[in-house]
């Protein structure tokens, strides 16, 4: 086989299962590791794929933090459909926290009709929550950050360290199973990482589009991340690679949301 046809049959696997191990490259090709080895640093080269310890992974597309609105706009459907699965997991008079990602509005939007402590970082949450006589709802206050509609900031870390939560629901930017989850926005991350030290239960919403690429700042390492909910776009590679490092996968499916809402 020619380099060119091994490394473009590499390139589409990496595309189709979001990442590659050398060692099954070796199998599959018949080759040796340093073969593997030299045909993935020529993609690195070239802008295609990104290289780490016993193979690579796709290159993440260019991402920004976009403001709320336009994040909110991307993937709704998927958005919804994890947003319900998720809402199974909470429990009467349970303490969550709700950070200020656009799946977590979702989520929001879709709590079931059941007592519980919301606690979150996140305006357009309050708001969202603000009219259930159900829930007891908690603000961490902090520094107001306009574009995500939320607060940052030693007030809003402090804050979530007094609370006992059980579970933490969190939106991520980018989830891969060697780098752990991620978010581009470096108070968010820092927000999330102190938070985590301290809750039972992490369960990340994350569609099939963030998964298995890589942001600018892991918060969470994967094996402390209990839950990952996404959606069935997610290839069965990427969601072995995090079920092998003990994080249990929800794929989401279409049904009837607990709360009465009905997707669009």
């Given at each position: 086989?020619l380099v060119s046809e091994?490394?473009r049959?590499?390139?589409q696997?990496?595309?189709s299962?979001g990442?590659?191990k050398?060692?099954?490259?070796?199998?599959?090709?018949?080759v040796?590791?340093?073969t593997?080895?030299?045909?993935?640093k020529?993609?690195?080269?070239l802008?295609?794929?990104?290289r780490n310890h016993?193979?690579?992974t796709k290159?993440?597309p260019?991402r920004?933090d976009l403001p709320?609105?336009e994040?909110?706009?991307?993937?709704?459907?998927?958005?919804?459909?994890?947003?319900i699965?998720?809402?199974?997991l909470i429990?009467?008079r349970?303490t969550?926290?709700?950070d200020a990602?656009s799946?977590?509005?979702r989520?929001?939007?879709?709590?079931?009709?059941?007592p519980m402590?919301?606690?979150?970082n996140?305006?357009?949450?309050v708001?969202?929550?603000a009219g259930?006589?159900d829930?007891?709802?908690?603000?961490t206050?902090?520094?107001?950050?306009?574009?995500?509609r939320s607060?940052?900031?030693?007030?809003?870390?402090?804050?979530?360290?007094?609370f006992?939560i059980r579970?933490a629901?969190?939106?991520?930017?980018?989830?891969?199973?060697e780098?752990g989850?991620?978010?581009?926005?470096?108070?968010?991350?820092?927000l999330?990482?102190?938070l985590i030290?301290r809750?039972?239960?992490?369960?990340?919403l994350?569609d099939s589009?963030?998964l298995?690429?890589?942001?600018?700042?892991?918060f969470?390492e994967t094996?402390?991340?209990?839950v990952?909910?996404t959606?069935?776009?997610?290839s069965?590679a990427?969601?072995?690679s995090?079920?092998?490092l003990g994080v249990?996968v929800?794929?989401?499916?279409?049904?009837?949301s607990?709360?009465g809402?009905k997707l669009?």
């Amino acid at each position: 086989m020619l380099v060119s046809e091994r490394q473009r049959r590499i390139l589409q696997q990496i595309q189709s299962e979001g990442f590659v191990k050398t060692f099954e490259l070796v199998a599959t090709f018949g080759v040796s590791d340093e073969t593997i080895r030299k045909d993935l640093k020529a993609l690195e080269r070239l802008g295609r794929v990104v290289r780490n310890h016993g193979g690579a992974t796709k290159l993440a597309p260019e991402r920004f933090d976009l403001p709320l609105p336009e994040r909110v706009a991307l993937n709704e459907r998927e958005k919804d459909l994890i947003a319900i699965a998720a809402a199974d997991l909470i429990l009467p008079r349970e303490t969550i926290f709700l950070d200020a990602s656009s799946t977590v509005l979702r989520l929001a939007e879709h709590l079931p009709p059941l007592p519980m402590t919301v606690v979150t970082n996140a305006h357009h949450i309050v708001v969202t929550l603000a009219g259930r006589a159900d829930i007891n709802l908690m603000c961490t206050g902090g520094n107001y950050e306009n574009e995500s509609r939320s607060y940052t900031g030693a007030i809003a870390e402090d804050a979530s360290k007094r609370f006992v939560i059980r579970t933490a629901f969190l939106g991520v930017d980018a989830f891969d199973a060697e780098r752990g989850a991620m978010d581009l926005n470096h108070g968010h991350g820092v927000l999330k990482e102190r938070l985590i030290e301290r809750v039972d239960r992490v369960v990340v919403l994350a569609d099939s589009s963030k998964l298995g690429i890589r942001s600018s700042y892991s918060f969470a390492e994967t094996k402390r991340v209990n839950v990952l909910v996404t959606d069935e776009g997610a290839s069965p590679a990427l969601i072995s690679s995090f079920e092998t490092l003990g994080v249990k996968v929800i794929v989401a499916k279409f049904r009837t949301s607990a709360a009465g809402k009905k997707l669009q």
